[in-house]
C-alpha cells in the first residue's frame, strides 16, 4: 500500500505536492481484479495471461480480434508459390493467423514487390528464445521472397514505458540489434534504425496517421488513461509509419509498396489501428501474419518475459544455465512418477520442455516421434527435458556464436540509409 501511495504522489507546475486519488483506487480495484478467478484469456499489447493450463484459446481469439486463420490450404497455396516445404512454424501452427496474407502471395506471384517489416522494444540488453521467433521467421521470409526487410527498435517507446533512461534505451537498442543480426539477415537487403535516429523519416507520415486517430480512440484501443505521460499516447502512429513504403525514400522512393508485417499476436492491436487509417487515407492496408506465444517455462498460461528471470532462457545464458532452468522450472505434463507415466502417458498440451521442441526441433520425424512416445507412455518427462535441453543448448551457443563476429563496422552498414532493389532478383529484367 506504502509502494501504491508514493507511486501517486505528484508535483505539480506550482511546486505542491498532491496525491491521484483516481488512479490510487484504480490501483486498488486493479489488485483486487487479480484476485478474482479469470474468466476468459487477456491478449493485448501489455498483458498476456490465460484461463486454461493449455495457454490461450487461438482459435477463439481469432475469432475476437476479426483476423483469419491459416489453413491447409493456403499453407499449400504458399508451398506452390516458393516451390518448397512450408517452415516448421507454419506446419506445426506457430504461426496460425493472418490478415491479408493471402493478398501478398497474389503480389508475390504477379512478380510485384513488397516489404517486410518488424521490429523490437529494446528494454534490456539480452533477448529471450521468445523475442527470436519473429525474428526468426522473417529471416526465413527474407531467404524465400528475396525483399527487403525493415527492422524498428522502438527505444522512444521503452523510454515512455519504463523506468528508464533514454540513453539506456538507446544502447539497449544496439545490444538488441547485434542480437537481431545474428539471426542472419542478408546485410544487402535489410534496414535497421533505432527511432530516435530515424525520425526526420518516421514523422511526416506519423502526421498523416495521429491526425485520423483521436485521443477517445487511443484511450480505448490500449488503455491509457489521464495519469500516463503524452508520450503514451503520441508513440504509436510512429509504430504504424513503417508500415507505409514512403516513409523509406531511399529503398521505394514515392511509391507504394505493400507491406507485410510478422509479428505476436498481442501486437495487433497496433496494426488493427494501421489498416484502420489506410483505409481512410487511401494507403495500402498492411498484411500481417501472427505467432503465438512461446510458453514462460512456468507454463503456457503466460508467455516467456525478460523481466522475470525464472521464466525465460536468455540468449547469454550459459549451458549450464539453460539445462537447470529447463530441469528447475519447466512446467511438466507428465505423470508425477515413473509408473504412472508409463500407464498414463503425458498431456502435451500443457508440457513446456515439449512445447520448447514444437519451436527448435526442426526434423519432423523425430518431432513426431518423441509426442508419440511420450504421449503413450513409452518416455518420462527427464528424457523429454534432456532432448530439450540439448536442442535450446545448441540454438543458443549458434546464436551466440554468430553474435560475437557482429562488429562495429557491421551495424553501421545494417543501420546505413543504402539503396535496396524492391524487386527479388529473379523478378528483374
Request: charged share 30%; with cysteine.
Amino acid at each position: 500500500m506504502l509502494n501504491s501511495i508514493r507511486r501517486n504522489l505528484y508535483i505539480t507546475v506550482s511546486g505542491l505536492v498532491k496525491f491521484n486519488t483516481r488512479n490510487y483506487i484504480m490501483e486498488k480495484e486493479d489488485k483486487s481484479e487479480d484476485k478474482k478467478e479469470l474468466k476468459e484469456d487477456i491478449v493485448d499489447a501489455f498483458r498476456i495471461e490465460a484461463v486454461s493450463e493449455k495457454g490461450v484459446d487461438y482459435d477463439k481469439l481469432i475469432t475476437k480480434f476479426g483476423s483469419s486463420k491459416i489453413t491447409p490450404e493456403l499453407i499449400e497455396r504458399y508451398e506452390k508459390a516458393i516451390g518448397k516445404p512450408a517452415h516448421h512454424f507454419l506446419r506445426r501452427g506457430i504461426f496460425f493467423s493472418h490478415r491479408d496474407f493471402d493478398k501478398i502471395l497474389t503480389t508475390y506471384e504477379s512478380k510485384k514487390p513488397f516489404y517486410i517489416y518488424t521490429g523490437r522494444g529494446p528494454s534490456n540488453d539480452a533477448l529471450h528464445l521468445g523475442h527470436l521467433i519473429p525474428f526468426t521467421f522473417t529471416k526465413y521470409l527474407q531467404d524465400v521472397f528475396d525483399v527487403p526487410v525493415i527492422i524498428q527498435l522502438t527505444d522512444d517507446e521503452k523510454y515512455y514505458h519504463k523506468p528508464l533512461e533514454l540513453e539506456a534505451c538507446r544502447r539497449y537498442a544496439i545490444e538488441n540489434i547485434k542480437d537481431i543480426i545474428a539471426v542472419g539477415f542478408n546485410p544487402k537487403r535489410t534496414f535497421i534504425f533505432r527511432d530516435t535516429d530515424f525520425i526526420d523519416q518516421l514523422y511526416p507520415n506519423s502526421l498523416v496517421i495521429a491526425k485520423h486517430i483521436t485521443l477517445s480512440q487511443i484511450k480505448g484501443i490500449f488503455g491509457f488513461n489521464d495519469s500516463d505521460n503524452v508520450g503514451k499516447f503520441s508513440f504509436p502512429p510512429l509504430q504504424a509509419a513503417p508500415a507505409f513504403s514512403t516513409t523509406f525514400p531511399h529503398i521505394f522512393g514515392d511509391k507504394h509498396i505493400p507491406c507485410l508485417i510478422p509479428h505476436a499476436i498481442d501486437q495487433d492491436v497496433y496494426f488493427r489501428m494501421t489498416r484502420d487509417v489506410a483505409a481512410r487515407t487511401g494507403m495500402i492496408k498492411t498484411a500481417c501474419i501472427h505467432a503465438c506465444f512461446f510458453p514462460a517455462l512456468q507454463g503456457l498460461k503466460s508467455k516467456m518475459s525478460g523481466s522475470i528471470e525464472t521464466s525465460s532462457i536468455f540468449c547469454t545464458d550459459t549451458p549450464n544455465q539453460i539445462k537447470n532452468k529447463i530441469n528447475k522450472y519447466a512446467f511438466s505434463g507428465g505423470q508425477d512418477s515413473a509408473e504412472k507415466q508409463r500407464e498414463l502417458g503425458a498431456n502435451l498440451d500443457v508440457d513446456v520442455a515439449y512445447q520448447y521442441l514444437r519451436f527448435f526441433l526442426e526434423d519432423e520425424a523425430e518431432f513426431l516421434e518423441i509426442g508419440r512416445k511420450y504421449q503413450k507412455g513409452e518416455l518420462l518427462t527427464g528424457e523429454v527435458k534432456k532432448r530439450a535441453i540439448s536442442v535450446i543448448q545448441e540454438v543458443v551457443a549458434t546464436h551466440q556464436k554468430n553474435r560475437a563476429k557482429v562488429t562495429d563496422e557491421i551495424i553501421k552498414d545494417f543501420m546505413s540509409r543504402k539503396e535496396i532493389d524492391p524487386l527479388p532478383a529473379t523478378f528483374r529484367k
